[in-house]
């Protein structure tokens, strides 16, 4: 079992959708969170982080964490073409290292 | 401009012609990282180091080997590559980012272009 797992779409939305993605981890020690974004022929980038269990927004964009039931969820609002991208979650262990999930593929449609 | 740099973007070899990747980043960070990304797997860490002269084995170390002479450069080389080596590879740098809040250590990587290499 991978300590990070993630469905990996592809997930096809139209425009303006809300965009719900999940992750489950297993390691009950992870301690942050984070989601990057990678668009096509591009590195990851860090699009939110959190800590322990709770909400975060960034303007369309909301990461929650439940660490009861060890489950990572990333919100996109208004969703646009724009935000069409394979999304990492990610976790962080004691040794500073990430584990990431496999990425979700999203499509928004115009 | 603050980046980490991947040199060759692209490479096609043959199996046991060893190469090397460079990477370089000019943010003076003293944590960086190696990763090969494959489809259905996501990103696998192959080697890390903390700082200069530290390196570590990730989860994927078999095959490879880094170095960390200086804190901008972590090449990655692989002496004898072979057809299963062959991936999308990215380089990381990050800060010792720290959580005000938290006050917790966050590991907030800074991702190069990547290295697209096939093995023949």
């Known amino acids: 079992q991978k300590e990070v797992e993630q469905d990996p779409g592809p997930l096809s939305v139209p425009e303006g959708a809300i965009v719900s993605l999940n992750c489950t981890y297993s390691n009950s020690a992870f301690q942050y969170f984070m989601w990057y974004r990678q668009y096509s022929r591009k590195g990851p980038e860090l699009l939110m982080y959190t800590y322990s269990s709770g909400n975060k927004e960034d303007g369309r964009f909301t990461a929650q964490v439940d660490k009861s039931s060890k489950y990572i969820s990333l919100f996109i609002r208004d969703s646009q073409p724009s935000d069409s991208a394979t999304y990492l979650c990610a976790a962080m262990d004691s040794s500073y290292k990430l584990i990431f999930g496999s990425g979700t593929r999203l499509l928004v449609r115009p | 401009e603050a980046q980490v740099t991947q040199n060759p973007r692209y490479l096609i070899t043959v199996t046991g012609k060893k190469l090397t990747v460079t990477c370089s980043q000019n943010?003076?960070?003293?944590?960086m990282s190696w990763y090969r990304q494959d489809p259905g797997l996501g990103l696998r860490q192959i080697y890390y180091s903390m700082n200069v002269e530290v390196t570590d084995k990730g989860d994927v170390p078999e095959g490879y080997k880094v170095s960390r002479k200086e804190k901008r450069n972590f090449p990655l080389i692989l002496e004898s590559p072979s057809p299963n080596q062959t991936s999308l590879y990215f380089c990381a740098s990050s800060p010792p980012g720290w959580d005000r809040v938290a006050e917790e250590a966050y590991n907030e990587q800074f991702f190069g272009p990547g290295t697209r290499l096939t093995v023949l």
């Open positions: 943010m003076n960070h003293e944590y």
